[in-house]
C-alpha cells in the first residue's frame, strides 16, 4: 500500500514517522514530540467516528457514494479511500508494451502521469466534500488488484465503517464483471462494518461481528483536507494550516496538492518545520554569573530531562502494545492451531470407529464366505446330478421343438394362404357389391323409362334408350345455395377451375357440390336453362349426377363424392392405399363406357373438351365418376373458340391434356376426348406425369423395355392386358384425329374383359340369376331358383310376386338358405 509511501507501520507515533500524511522530524523538541502524541491519541479515539467511502475512477459513482454517506453519516468525518491499480500495459511509439519490456524511464514518466491523473480525480471528490460543508480526509494504495488493497487497507489500519459500491443480485453481468463487492464482503475482517451502494440506493449490509482487538491508528496514510490537529511548528507562521474555516479556501486545498507531490513523484511526503534553537549563553564555558541565572539553568535541564523521559515512556507504552498485539496474534494462531488439533482427533476417532467397525464386518464376512463356501460344495453335488438329467430332457425338448417348428411352419403358411384368401374374398365381396347395386339401379332405371315410353336418349345398364319425358332437374334460389355454402365462403371453396369455382354445401339433406359459373362466359339465360336440361337428363353410372341448377347464379348442383379425384389416388396424395393392376384396368373400362355414352348421345354428340385425372372423381367403392363434362355447351361460342378464352383456361392444368389437333384448329370433337383418354390410359401403365409421356412409352415399346415403364406399386401386369393397354393408348395419342379410334360398345365389352380374362372359370349356377355375379348368401325362392338374398328380396320389395325366371306368380314369398350352395362356392373360391 501506498499513501505518500509511510515508511513504518500505524502503531508506532515517534519521531521521524508519518501522521496524517506528513513526516514529524526528529529534531522536535520533546515537548513537541508529546503534543504531536497526544494529538495521535486523539485521532486514534475519534478513528470510530470517520465513515470510510471506497472510491473508483467512475465519478459519477464515487458522487452517489459520497451522497449516500452526506445523507446516513451526519456530522461524521468522512475518509475517501482509493486503491490506485497501475496499468499492466505502457503505451509507446510501437504500441503498448508490458511494464515489464517498456523502457524504465518510460514507465516511470507513465506511473508519474496515472498519479497525477489519480490526484486530479482525488481533488475532485474532495471538491464534493467541501462543497457539502463536510470534513473529509483521503487514503491512497497501490495495489495489482482493487479488492485485495481495499481489505488489505481494511485490516492494517482497522476500518470499522465501509461504504463500497455494488451490483444488483439478479444482474449477471455486471456482477461477472465487477467482484470487487463480492471479494470485500467475503474477506473483510468480521469487525468492519460494510454498507454496499447500487446507484445511491443501500442494497444490504453486511453488519460487524466482532470487535478489533487492537486499535491502530485510522489515520497513518490520510491527507487531511479537514481535522483538528494543530502543532506548534505548523503555526510559526501566525495561521492554522487545517483550520476548519479554512476548508473552501483555494490554501487548504494547495496544501493536500503539496502534501501528496512527494506521492506522485514516488516517495513519502515530508514537510521542513524550523524552530529556533533554545537560549543560551555566548559562550559555551561561561559559567553562571549568579544564583539565579543557576537556578534558571538547572530547571531548563530539569524539564529537558522531564521531557526525555517522558518521550522514552510513550516509546516504551507503544512498543507494550506492539508486544500486546502480537502476543494476541500469536494467542489468535495457538486457537486456531487448538481448533485444527481437535479436528484431527476427531477424525482420528472416526477413523478408528470405522476400522473397528470395518474389522467386525470382515470377521463377519469371513464366517459367512465358510458358510457360503460348504453350501456351493453341497449345491455342485446336487448341480451334477441335476445336469445330467437335464442333457436327457434337453435332448427330448430338441425333438420335440424341431417338431414345433415344423408345425409352426405349416401353420404359418396356412395363415399366409388363409388370410390371401381372405383378402381375395374381401375384394372380391366389395367388387360385386359395387357391381350388383349398379346392375340394381340400372334395373330401376331400365323400368321407369319403360314405363314411360320411348321417346328420349337414355343410357342404362350398357343400353341406349328412350323415354316420353325426361326427368325434370330441381331448381334452387341464390338463398338456398347462399345458406348452404356460409354466403359461397371461402372456408367453404374446394377448388378454382377455368370455368367458376366449386363449394361444398349441405342441401337436400346431403352433401353435395355446388358450382358457381363465371357469367361473363356464359350463354344467354334461355340457352343455359336448355342446356343444363339436357345436362341433367344425361344419367349414366361412371358420370358424375346432376341434381339441380340455379339459373338466379348461373350453379349448378352436383352430387358429393368424399374419396376425391384419380389424380389424388394415382400420386399418393390421399389415405387410400395404392391401385392394383386389376382396378386401374376396371378404372379405363369405366371411363370409356361414360366417353361412349357422351359421343352417342342425339341428336348430337357431347363431348367433354377437359378430359384429365382431376375430372374423374371416385366414389365409395372407387368406381369412376367423369364431372364438368358438357361446360363447354354453357359456354359461348364466342369465347370457347377464343385465344385468350384458351390461354386463360389451358394453364389451370389442363394444357399437357389438350388435343394437338384442337390447339392448331381451336374445333373441339370427340376425338379431342379421344386423346385425353389415351394420355390418362398411359398415366395408370405408368404413374407418371402426362408431360412427354407418349414419346417416352414409344421409345420404350421400340426398344422393348415395356415393363421398365410400368408402374410397379400397382403388382406384376399380365403382358397381354398391359400390351393391349399401351397399343390403344398409343393408337389414341395420334396427333392426327383421324389416325384415332372411336370408343365404341364393342371397345368397351374388351376393355372390361381384360380384368377377368385371367381369372378361373365361374361355375354357372354359383352365378345369381339377377346380378350374373357369384352369390355369398343363396337364398332358395317358391319357384325352385336360388338367388343372392339381398337381389331377391329387393325384388319382392318393389312389389313383384312373379318369379324373375319364369315371370309366373310365386306360390309364397318366404325365402330358404341354401347352405350347401353357399359351401361349395366358399371351397371353390378357397381352390381358386
Given at each position: ?45 475519534e478513528c470510530d467516528e470517520k465513515v470510510h467511502v471506497a472510491v473508483g475512477k467512475t465519478v459519477q459513482k464515487a458522487v452517489n457514494l459520497l451522497q449516500w454517506a452526506f445523507t446516513h453519516f451526519r456530522n461524521r468525518e468522512i475518509l475517501i479511500l482509493h486503491v490506485h491499480q497501475p496499468s499492466s500495459v505502457i503505451p509507446t511509439l510501437l504500441g503498448k508494451l508490458p511494464a515489464t519490456q517498456a523502457n524504465p524511464k518510460v514507465v516511470s514518466a507513465f506511473r508519474r502521469e496515472e498519479r497525477e491523473q489519480t490526484i486530479k480525480l482525488l481533488e475532485q471528490y ?707
Amino acid at each position: 500500500m501506498e499513501l505518500l509511501k509511510p515508511s513504518h507501520p500505524p502503531q508506532h507515533v515517534a519521531t521521524g514517522e508519518t501522521f496524517y500524511g506528513f513526516s514529524l522530524p526528529s529534531s522536535l523538541p520533546l515537548g513537541l514530540h508529546g503534543l504531536a502524541t497526544s494529538h495521535a491519541v486523539e485521532a486514534i479515539e475519534e478513528c470510530d467516528e470517520k465513515v470510510h467511502v471506497a472510491v473508483g475512477k467512475t465519478v459519477q459513482k464515487a458522487v452517489n457514494l459520497l451522497q449516500w454517506a452526506f445523507t446516513h453519516f451526519r456530522n461524521r468525518e468522512i475518509l475517501i479511500l482509493h486503491v490506485h491499480q497501475p496499468s499492466s500495459v505502457i503505451p509507446t511509439l510501437l504500441g503498448k508494451l508490458p511494464a515489464t519490456q517498456a523502457n524504465p524511464k518510460v514507465v516511470s514518466a507513465f506511473r508519474r502521469e496515472e498519479r497525477e491523473q489519480t490526484i486530479k480525480l482525488l481533488e475532485q471528490y474532495v471538491s464534493i466534500c467541501l462543497a457539502a460543508k463536510v470534513k473529509a480526509s483521503i487514503m491512497i494504495a497501490e495495489a495489482d488488484q482493487v479488492q485485495k488493497g481495499i481489505v488489505d487497507l481494511v485490516i492494517r489500519h482497522g476500518i470499522r465503517k465501509l461504504v463500497i459500491g455494488a451490483v444488483p443480485e439478479n444482474c449477471i453481468k455486471m456482477k461477472r464483471k465487477s467482484g470487487k463487492a463480492n471479494y470485500t464482503a467475503k474477506n473483510a475482517p468480521p469487525f468492519c462494518e460494510i454498507w454496499f451502494i447500487y446507484k445511491g440506493k443501500h442494497m444490504w449490509t453486511r453488519e460487524a461481528s466482532e470487535k478489533p482487538h487492537s486499535l491502530p491508528s485510522c489515520s497513518q496514510t490520510v491527507i487531511p483536507a479537514v481535522g483538528s490537529l494543530r502543532s506548534r511548528s505548523f503555526q510559526g507562521a501566525g495561521r492554522a494550516l487545517f483550520d476548519s474555516e479554512s476548508l473552501q479556501s483555494n490554501s487548504a486545498r494547495t496544501e493536500i496538492c503539496s502534501g501528496i507531490g512527494s506521492w506522485v513523484q514516488g516517495g513519502n511526503v515530508e514537510t521542513e518545520t524550523v524552530f529556533p534553537p533554545p537560549a543560551s549563553s555566548s559562550s559555551s564555558n561561561s559559567s553562571p554569573q549568579s544564583s539565579a541565572e543557576r537556578d534558571v539553568y538547572l530547571d531548563s535541564r530539569s524539564e529537558v530531562e522531564e521531557e526525555r523521559l517522558n518521550a522514552q515512556l510513550i516509546e516504551a507504552k507503544i512498543e507494550a502494545e506492539a508486544a500486546r498485539d502480537k502476543v494476541f496474534t500469536e494467542l489468535l494462531n495457538c486457537k486456531r492451531l487448538e481448533a485444527e488439533a481437535m479436528e484431527a482427533i476427531r477424525k482420528v476417532n472416526l477413523f478408528e470407529s470405522a476400522h473397528a467397525c470395518e474389522v467386525k464386518l470382515r470377521k463377519e464376512a469371513e464366517g459367512a464366505l465358510r458358510a457360503t463356501i460348504q453350501e456351493r460344495q453341497k449345491l455342485l453335488v446336487e448341480n451334477e446330478e441335476v445336469a445330467s438329467e437335464l442333457q436327457r430332457t434337453m435332448r427330448n425338448v430338441a425333438l420335440l421343438d424341431s417338431r414345433a417348428h415344423e408345425a409352426n411352419r405349416r401353420r404359418d403358411e396356412a395363415a399366409d394362404e388363409l388370410s390371401l384368401i381372405q383378402a381375395s374374398i374381401s375384394a372380391l365381396w366389395h367388387e360385386k357389391q359395387q357391381i350388383r347395386r349398379q346392375k340394381m339401379e340400372a334395373l330401376r332405371w331400365l323400368e321407369r323409362w319403360k314405363s314411360l315410353g320411348q321417346l328420349g336418349p337414355v343410357y342404362c345398364n350398357g343400353v341406349i334408350g328412350s323415354a316420353e319425358e325426361l326427368p325434370q332437374l330441381a331448381e334452387f334460389s341464390l338463398l338456398d345455395l347462399q345458406n348452404a355454402t356460409c354466403n359461397f365462403s371461402e372456408s367453404f371453396k374446394i377448388l378454382e377451375g377455368a370455368y367458376g369455382s366449386i363449394y361444398k354445401g349441405e342441401m337436400l339433406g346431403r352433401t353435395v357440390a355446388i358450382r358457381k359459373l363465371h357469367i361473363h362466359d356464359m350463354q344467354g339465360p334461355a340457352e343455359f336453362h336448355q342446356e343444363v336440361q339436357v345436362l341433367g337428363s344425361l344419367q349414366h353410372p361412371h358420370l358424375l349426377t346432376l341434381l339441380g341448377v340455379c339459373p338466379e347464379a348461373w350453379s349448378l348442383v352436383y352430387e358429393y363424392l368424399p374419396n376425391g379425384s384419380l389424380q389424388d389416388l394415382l400420386f399418393r396424395k390421399s389415405n387410400i392405399s395404392s391401385l392394383t393392376w386389376n382396378n386401374r384396368v376396371r378404372m379405363i373400362a369405366e371411363i370409356a363406357s361414360a366417353l361412349c355414352f357422351l359421343h352417342s348421345s342425339k341428336p348430337e354428340s357431347i363431348v367433354h373438351g377437359d378430359l384429365k385425372l382431376e375430372n374423374i372423381l371416385l366414389d365409395s367403392a372407387l368406381c369412376c365418376k367423369i364431372c364438368e363434362f358438357g361446360i363447354c355447351r354453357l359456354v359461348r361460342e364466342d369465347s370457347l373458340y377464343c385465344p385468350s378464352f384458351r390461354l386463360s383456361t389451358e394453364p389451370k392444368g389442363s394444357f399437357t391434356y389438350t388435343d394437338p389437333e384442337f390447339q392448331r384448329s381451336g374445333i373441339l370433337t370427340p376425338k379431342s376426348d379421344i386423346y385425353s383418354f389415351g394420355l390418362i390410359i398411359l398415366q395408370l401403365l405408368t404413374g407418371r406425369t402426362p408431360v412427354g409421356l407418349a414419346i417416352e412409352v414409344r421409345k420404350a415399346v421400340s426398344c422393348g423395355n415395356l415393363y421398365s415403364i410400368l408402374d410397379g406399386s400397382s403388382g406384376e401386369w399380365p403382358s397381354s392386358v398391359a400390351i393391349r393397354l399401351v397399343e390403344l393408348g398409343l393408337q389414341c395419342c395420334q396427333q392426327n384425329g383421324r389416325d384415332r379410334p372411336e370408343i365404341t360398345p364393342t371397345l368397351v365389352r374388351e376393355l372390361e374383359q381384360l380384368h377377368v380374362s385371367e381369372e378361373r372359370a365361374v361355375p354357372s349356377f354359383f352365378l345369381c340369376p339377377i346380378l350374373q355375379e357369384i352369390m355369398h348368401d343363396p337364398q332358395l325362392a317358391a319357384d325352385g331358383f336360388t338367388y343372392e338374398g339381398e337381389a331377391i328380396r329387393e325384388w319382392l320389395e318393389s312389389g313383384h310376386e312373379t318369379s324373375p325366371m319364369t315371370n309366373l306368380k310365386l306360390s309364397h314369398l318366404h325365402l330358404t338358405p341354401n347352405h350347401s350352395l353357399r359351401l361349395a362356392i366358399q371351397d371353390w373360391l378357397c381352390k381358386s
